[in-house]
């Protein structure tokens, strides 16, 4: 694990590796959660069939996972569909990647609650649903930054489905699924708009733990050759 800013002390860490070791097993296969998020969504979810689709992940942290006609796209060194550090603003507060202006920053759950000084982004929507007005500001500027990356999304990659999943969106759907929709509506590419839909993850909170599951099985069948 080269690095994972919502996770200290998880820079360079060989975790696989460890993780062999302790269960006494030769090797561990390591990979996003986001990726096994996407893998399960597209065998048993809500993008079952599809072939171009991205996850998108609202929770603690933001993050993503790109299908590319019926293949999961990887990148040059394995990183593609890490859109939580999508730029989608000039300015705003340092991310944990050490960047500003990625969305994680403005529209994770780490960072409203961190702007509005609590512990938990709960509190803030609730706050903002109550009127007050630095909770509206923040919720204000997260809504504008997960807009920008729909739009983004919707015109760079050209999906046919946006599955939307992790604890902000699944309680905040107004604000964050919604929110997207109305985005892309009004401000993507007539042609990509009109092609794209997006949906909430079908598989709930455990969706990264039955993908896993479910790559394990189709690993261990020979099924796997898309996953790569």
């Not at 993050?63 to 300015?91: K, M, N, Q, W, Y």
């Not at 938990?120 to 649903?129: E, L, M, P, Q, S």
Request: proline letters at 4%; hydrophobic letters at 50%.
């Amino acid at each position: 694990m080269h690095e994972a800013p919502n996770v200290v002390g998880f820079v360079e860490f060989p975790l696989g590796q460890r993780l062999a070791r302790a269960l006494g097993l030769d090797a561990i296969y390591v990979d996003r959660d986001t990726v096994m998020a996407a893998v399960g969504e597209a065998v048993a979810g809500a993008a079952k069939g599809v072939r171009n689709f991205i996850y998108v992940t609202i929770s603690t942290g933001i993050g993503g996972a790109i299908v590319s006609d019926g293949r999961l796209l990887r990148g040059a060194v394995d990183t593609a569909g890490e859109i939580g550090h999508f730029p989608v603003a000039l300015e705003g507060p340092r991310c944990g990647c050490g960047s500003y202006g990625c969305v994680e920053s403005l529209a994770a759950g780490r960072f409203i609650a961190e702007a509005f000084g609590v512990d938990d982004a709960a509190r803030v929507f609730a706050a903002a649903a109550a009127h007050d007005p630095r909770a509206e500001r923040i919720i204000d500027r997260a809504e504008q930054a997960l807009g920008n990356l729909a739009v983004g999304l919707a015109n760079a990659i050209s999906p046919s489905l946006i599955v939307v999943g992790g604890s902000i969106a699944e309680h905040e759907p107004s604000h964050t699924i919604e929110l997207m929709r109305r985005a892309i509506a009004a401000r993507a590419f007539k042609v990509a708009a009109a092609a794209v839909r997006v949906v909430p993850a079908a598989l709930g909170r455990d969706v990264g733990m039955l993908g896993a599951v479910i790559y394990a099985r189709e690993r261990l069948a020979g099924r796997d050759g898309w996953f790569r």
